[in-house]
Structure formats: structure tokens, C-alpha cells
């Protein structure tokens, strides 16, 4: 059985999965960021000073990386925390990073005395600070029993996905092209409803209860009726998540050369956003490149 637990950033959804764990384990967590460090110490979670001092004698290590890259340089890099790791340890990743890659990192953890728990999740900080969270797994059966203790704090869901690190960031791929489809279809959705004058809560209220209803439509539409409101929405998903993700299916369709079209055109929309300096605003304010402005009202 798990006990202690390293959770590697502290930031939207390392915090709240921190919080989360110590209702049950002994939790030290590490960010770069002291007031997050502070935030950390208030609710349980005992904050270290460094990375390696985290992760030194705990069973399992949570960390959340933008790409492989990162996660290769965090644990063999600079920061070398695949040496202070301690034998039959697991590192979780729960990051969408794409499966390039991943079998090396497993590998040359593997031969650390560590493994690999390929865990990439869903869900937002909210869910994530309730155990509401959706994770897909690729994992050795072994290893995963390791972290399955953890991993069912953390998940309503968990779903086993193969036995492999690198299923999971593959159902994930799969879960992102989804979920950004979703997303820009619900943009275009109410913004066309706002061009043809309908009133934009009565309007969204009737889709998402028929059959054009969706989660995303539900939890990102009113979020992208407040996207022209001063400050915008509350930000729970970066738009340039959605950048880098639809990156990673567009890559992975390349790759099996499978053509993905209305994922193409989505993550056209998020690019577009980018450029126009709504990266770091929520996901819903796609919206805003479709229709730059609401309609008078």
C-alpha cells in the first residue's frame, strides 16, 4: 500500500490532486512558486525544497510535464530525479504529452529499479479536488497495483487502457481530438445562435437538454457566453492546451496516415486564437474567433 506520496507542481490541478491525496497519504509537494509552497503547507501537504527532497523515499511520484521532453529532463536532466527515486518506486504521469517516446522513458526508469505509470487524465481542478477525475492507464500489471491506490483517490473513472506506458497517452490522443472538436463545434454553435438574435441562455439550455447536446457544449458554453466580458471567463482549461493537443492528434494521424480533417479545422481555430493573444484565457474563448464581438443586443 502507497503511503507517501510526491506530487511535483503545485499549480491549477497539481494543488488540488495534492489536497485530494492527503485525505488518505502522507503528501510532500515541490513548486518553483513559494506562495504555492504556502498555499501547499496550509491544507496538509508538507512542502519541500527541492524536488529530490520531495521524492526521496516516497512509493509514488505525480508529476505534469507540457511534453516528453520536459518529462525525459525532469527525470534524467538537470533536475535528475530518477536518481533520488527510490527502488520500486512509480512516477504517474498525468499529463497529455503524446506516445512518442514514452516506451524509452519506461525503459530507462525500468532500469532505475522505478517504473512507469502512463495516467494521463481529465477532468479540471474542481473534479480533481473531489476524486472526480477520468484516468486512463497504460501500465505493468505490476507496477499499476503500486499506484492504484493513489490513482483511485484521484479518479470516479479509471480505466485500464493496456499494459503499456504509452496506451494511455494513445486513448488520451484519441479522448483530445474529441474533446477540442467539441469545443470549437460548441463556439460555432452559439455564436451563430447569437447572429441570428436568439437569447444566448435560453439557447443553450435547449441544446444541452436534446439530442445536439454534449459535455463540452454543457460545461464550456456558458463559459463562452461570459468570453466577451471584461476579464473573460474563469480559467479552468488554457486555451493553448488545446494548441498543443490537437498538435499531438494531428501529429499521431500523420504518422498512421489516417486523415483527421475536423480535428485539422479545430485546431486551426485554437492556432488562430493563439495568434491572437487568447492562449493563456479559457478554452471557451474560441468563441471569440469566430465572432471577434457579440451582436447588439
Do not use: W
Amino acid at each position: 500500500m502507497t503511503t507517501t506520496v510526491a506530487v511535483i507542481g503545485l499549480g491549477a490541478m497539481g494543488l488540488p490532486m495534492a489536497t485530494r491525496l492527503a485525505e488518505r497519504f502522507e503528501v510532500r509537494g515541490f513548486d518553483i512558486a513559494k506562495e504555492r509552497l504556502d498555499l501547499a503547507a496550509e491544507r496538509g501537504i508538507a512542502p519541500a525544497a527541492s524536488a529530490a527532497e520531495a521524492v526521496a523515499g516516497a512509493q509514488a511520484v505525480l508529476v505534469a510535464v507540457r511534453t516528453g521532453e520536459q518529462l525525459r529532463e525532469l527525470l534524467f536532466g538537470s533536475a535528475g530525479l530518477a536518481e533520488h527515486l527510490d527502488d520500486g518506486a512509480v512516477v504517474i504521469l498525468t499529463s497529455t504529452v503524446g506516445t512518442d517516446g514514452i516506451a524509452e522513458i519506461a525503459d530507462r526508469l525500468e532500469a532505475s529499479g522505478a517504473a512507469l505509470i502512463d495516467a494521463p487524465l481529465s477532468g479540471g481542478p474542481v473534479r480533481a479536488g473531489a476524486g472526480d477525475l477520468l484516468i486512463v492507464v497504460g501500465a505493468e500489471p505490476a507496477a499499476l497495483e503500486t499506484a492504484r491506490p493513489v490513482l483511485e483517490q484521484l479518479a470516479s473513472t479509471l480505466s485500464i487502457v493496456g499494459e503499456r506506458p504509452g496506451d494511455g497517452q494513445a486513448l488520451k490522443t484519441v479522448n483530445q481530438l474529441l474533446c477540442g472538436v467539441h469545443i470549437a463545434a460548441a463556439a460555432e454553435a452559439l455564436a451563430l445562435a447569437d447572429a441570428l438574435g436568439l437569447d444566448r441562455e435560453r439557447t443553450l439550455e435547449a441544446l444541452t437538454a436534446g439530442a445536439a447536446g454534449s459535455f463540452m457544449l454543457g460545461n464550456r458554453g456558458p463559459r463562452a457566453l461570459q468570453a466577451y466580458d471584461e476579464g473573460g471567463a474563469e480559467v479552468l482549461s488554457r486555451l493553448d492546451i488545446f494548441v498543443k493537443d490537437l498538435g499531438i492528434v494531428g501529429a499521431a494521424a500523420r504518422a498512421h496516415h489516417l486523415a483527421a480533417p475536423v480535428a485539422a479545422a479545430a485546431e486551426q481555430l485554437f492556432l488562430l486564437g493563439e495568434a491572437q493573444g487568447l492562449g493563456a484565457l479559457d478554452d471557451s474563448a474560441v468563441i471569440r474567433v469566430v465572432a471577434p464581438s457579440r451582436r447588439s443586443s
